[in-house]
């Protein structure tokens, strides 16, 4: 007698990035109410269960989704419209058209173009800092998406949700309170923009909500030298510096950038247990440098990978991300620095750590969400295949990604959208600003 399952993905050899790195030839995932119940060989999970819904993955890797850990996935609004500038410049553009555009209606259009890109792109999750987050979740509950988001400070004249900044705190507390009981694989997230447009007594009040509700903490820092700069002339300190002093670092911390970093700076960030969204096209397109993430790595810290807004990197691909940091600390002269293994460890496994969810996301295996995707191997720049790794981190694109599973429900089938109407969803965008 077989047991039922909602779902059984089989016949293609599975990469689940768990630690030891194992891929199952002619493989299978079951799943139930959303979760991995099995990873394991096709003939056995055939003979034991019994599903309702099929993928037949011959021919194809499949591997857990790709997690995005830092993005602002309604600025696909503004794609195109601030590139070949600096980092301040950038910001200047972006903060005054974001004051005139940005509204829950036109938050939602950007959100669900995203979505769609996303998901194409075989990325399962995000976590997403952006003004008017809850139209953003509600677009993302209806796709069946896992998008992370939360409440957002920052302190700027012309806050976009016209909310003055002495509202905040209350705001994202009712927020927060209302999160109890939150979903498998999701967690409260509060979004503390920087050191820059917040002030160290913020920051510590933001820090301590945070904590509070047991939620995440996620900020820019140390994009760039300018950044520092600032930091330093107004309070005295480097902003990872200035972040530690304030006791704001942590285990349930998440950075995004670090780019311009002490070793007494990586020392804290390991010390503490603060994690790293690192954000290789964003950077390198903003000239912003390139994060020290060997050092970071051999520190210990866990990090995940990024690829910012659509306006700073173009794209919400994770696959360019995954490449861009399997390449670009080599460029120093080390071939061995974030080898193809870990590139795609980062994009998984440590984007979900990252997270404070790698005990629920990040890899395939029995107890985990069901966030999965299956790579079409059948193409001329897949073959032959010596090493799995290098295979997704340095030939894989993410067009290559022919099916997208969230929490078990499939959301791309052959390429095609299951659970959002593509054209709506572009026509809505382009109808915006
Ligand atoms: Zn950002």
């Known amino acids: 007698m077989s047991e039922p399952v909602d779902l059984l993905v089989h016949g293609g050899d599975v990469l689940t990035v768990d630690d030891a790195g194992s891929v199952v030839r002619e493989g299978a995932v079951a799943v139930r109410d959303g979760e991995i119940i099995a990873a394991g060989p096709t003939g056995e999970l055939r003979a034991r269960y019994a599903a309702e819904e099929e993928i037949d993955a011959g021919g194809c890797l499949v591997l857990p989704g790709l997690v995005n850990a830092h993005t602002h996935l309604a600025m696909t609004l503004l794609r195109g419209s601030a590139d070949d500038v600096t980092l301040q410049g950038f910001l200047e553009r ?19 173009a995203a979505v769609a890109e996303s998901v194409r792109a075989g990325v399962t999750s995000a976590l997403d800092m952006y003004w008017f987050h809850e ?9 069946g998406w896992r998008l992370l988001a939360g409440p957002t400070f920052m302190d700027v004249p012309d806050s976009p949700d016209g909310r003055a900044y002495g509202e905040r ?8 309170a209302a999160r109890s009981g939150e979903r498998p694989g999701f967690r409260p997230v509060v979004f503390a923009h920087s050191a ?48 530690d002093q304030l006791g704001v670092l942590g285990p349930d911390v998440l950075l995004a950038h670090a780019v311009d970093l002490t070793g007494p700076e990586i020392a804290a960030l390991a010390r503490t247990g603060t994690a790293v969204a690192h954000c290789p096209v964003s950077n390198l397109k903003l000239g912003c440098g390139i994060a020290p993430v060997p050092r970071l790595l051999d520190a210990g810290v866990t990090v995940g990978l990024g690829t910012d807004g659509a306006v700073s990197s173009n794209t919400l691909d994770v696959f360019d991300a995954m490449r861009q940091a399997a390449l670009v600390h080599k460029a120093a002269g080390d071939p061995t620095a974030v080898a193809a293994e870990q590139a795609v460890r980062m994009a998984t496994i440590e984007g979900a750590r990252a997270l404070g969810l790698g005990d629920r996301l990040g890899s395939l295996e ?23 790794w290098a295979t997704l981190a340095y030939a894989a694109h993410s067009a290559d990604v022919r099916d997208t599973v969230v929490d078990g429900r499939i959301l791309m089938r052959d390429r095609v959208l299951t659970t959002l109407d593509e054209a709506v969803a572009l026509a809505e965008l382009e109808a915006v600003g």
């Open 169 to 176: 705190m209350e705001w994202a507390r009712r927020d927060l």
């Open 94 to 112: 972006v903060l005054r058209q974001e004051a005139e555009l940005l509204s829950p209606e036109h938050v939602a259009a950007g959100v669900r």
């Open 366 to 388: 029995a107890g985990k969400r069901a966030d999965m995707i299956v790579l079409d191997l059948g193409r001329p720049h897949l073959r032959p295949r010596h090493d799995v």
């Open 135 to 143: 139209a953003a979740e509600r677009v993302a509950l209806e796709a």
């Open 196 to 243: 820059y447009t917040l002030s160290p007594d913020q920051l510590i009040g933001i820090a301590a909500l945070a904590r509070e509700f047991g939620a995440l903490l996620h900020l820019h820092a140390a994009e760039n030298a300018t950044e520092v700069a600032t930091v330093e002339a107004r309070y005295g300190r480097r902003p990872v510096e200035l972040l």
